[in-house]
């Protein structure tokens, strides 16, 4: 199957699976787990070193994130060595087995993301036509992916107050421009709605239809404003390729919208 990488990311409480959405269709590998490497202070390994291993992490009560611990060899320094990889149970549950590093000479890869740890471990680069079954670039022609620019106005004296600023319009630039408004106005490029509750229920539907959104200032006002207000009339604001709604968190400079199956 010969398709594009759009977007990655996992998914799962207690078993995290990960979901690679491409431009035509979502694949799911449920068997990746989050692993790192433990650098002990002996160049030979034995079980005993497995089981003091085990035992340290019992007592800190750390064992129970362990899914399996395995010798293999590693080239740390251009040097082929014998190292432990710990395999965890949740991506989660990584940053706090990294107490082994107390016992350990130095841990290495515990800090790769999860999903960026799955891409690599399988050579699967972004915005590229990739052979999935066979596992190989088949072209570099930029993939052809639906794109655009995305912006709303709201009506307000001063700092906009989602609790009592509605919505007015959003404008859409894809090629082409669109506008989609519930005021007047006489335009050919104008789609006239009967209000702020139909307008939400457009702008859902009409972004749902591109692979990657751009905005000037989506994440600290567009999206937190447009999900504040989709929710006064009771509306998820479900932009996911799988009707998953759009995750926003508070970033260091203000916040960070996501969208699972988009490029943002």
């Given amino acids: 199957m010969i398709d594009a990488l759009i977007d990655a990311t996992y998914k799962g409480n207690e078993r995290a699976i990960i979901y690679l959405y491409l431009i035509n269709t979502i694949l799911k590998d449920k068997e990746f787990k989050p692993y790192f490497y433990v650098e002990l202070n002996k160049d030979e390994i034995d079980e005993e070193d497995i089981e003091n291993l085990k035992a340290f992490l019992l007592k800190k009560d750390l064992l129970k994130f362990v899914d399996n611990i395995e010798v293999v060899k590693k080239r740390i320094l251009k040097k ?5 990889k710990i395999i965890s149970t949740y991506p989660k549950h990584v940053p706090k087995l990294r107490k082994v590093k107390e016992i350990a000479k130095e841990i290495y890869e515990h800090d790769i993301p999860f999903v960026k740890r799955y891409m690599i471990d399988n050579d699967i680069p972004p915005m590229t036509y990739f052979d999935f079954e066979k596992k190989k670039i088949v072209s570099n022609e930029i993939p052809k992916i639906k794109m655009v620019a995305f912006d709303i106005e709201v009506s307000a004296e001063g700092e906009p107050d989602y ?21 007047d106005f006489n335009h050919e490029n104008v789609i006239k709605v009967k209000d702020e509750r139909e307008l939400i229920i457009k702008i859902i539907e009409t972004l749902g239809k591109y692979d990657i959104i751009f905005t000037y200032n989506g994440d600290n006002f567009d999206f937190p404003y447009l999900k504040k207000r989709a929710e006064v009339y009771g509306i998820k604001l479900k932009l996911g390729r799988e009707g998953e709604e759009v995750r926003i968190k508070r970033a260091a400079n203000g916040y960070q919208s996501y969208i699972p199956g988009s490029t943002y």
């Fill in 163 to 183: 609790r009592k600023n509605p919505i007015i319009m959003a404008s859409f630039w894809d090629g082409e421009g669109k506008v989609i408004t519930y005021k």
């Fill in 80 to 84: 082929e060595k014998n190292v432990l």
